[in-house]
């Protein structure tokens, strides 16, 4: 997709953690002095790959319940960061996107999607095994995205962890 420079928007995936609202604030300074729009991105992890008869009989009703429920924490937390932020423009201009499917998978679909020039993610940093068993959602995209990846961690939570 070739876009203007300037037009290219900075991608920013959230889960609603206190990591994600440092990198959308980290992309809102980044925004304004690239004159690049922002697009706030969730993605809904698909439960779909639940094992079992009940996962079928009642897909399409939970997928349903899951994406409302989703909905409304997604739009809380841009309510709340948009309340604790009112003088940051970008973030009044930012636009969202909410998608169902495996999250590092939609956000690369999505950096292609919108021609983003970056992305800005926030991440805990995990190490040891909590990183070897969890995996790491940024790395992976670090790992993949076609375009750079800024990890943005939190400094209040990372001092306290």
């Known amino acids: 997709m070739t876009q203007k420079r300037g037009s290219q928007p900075i991608l920013v995936p959230v889960d609603f953690s206190d990591y994600s609202r440092a990198a959308l604030l980290q992309a809102s300074e ?26 079928r009989v009642t897909k399409k009703k939970k997928i349903a319940h899951i994406q409302d429920l989703a909905k409304e924490a997604f739009d809380q ?8 932020h009112p ?33 800005v993610m926030g991440s805990q940093g995990r190490t040891g095994m909590r990183h070897i068993m969890l995996g790491s959602k940024a790395e992976q995209i670090v790992r ?14 990372a001092a306290e962890a």
């Open 144 to 157: 993949l995205s076609p375009v750079p990846v800024l990890i943005v961690k939190n400094p209040i939570k």
């Open 77 to 84: 937390f841009i309510s709340e960061t948009l309340a604790q």
């Open 30 to 55: 980044l925004s304004a002095c690239l004159g690049q729009p922002i697009v706030v991105l969730h993605v809904v992890h698909d439960p779909a790959d639940m094992p079992g008869y009940y996962s």
């Open 87 to 119: 003088n940051i423009g970008q973030l009044q201009r930012a636009k969202t996107r909410l998608v169902m499917g495996l999250p590092v998978s939609r956000i690369l679909e999505m950096i292609d999607k919108t021609g983003a020039s970056m992305v």
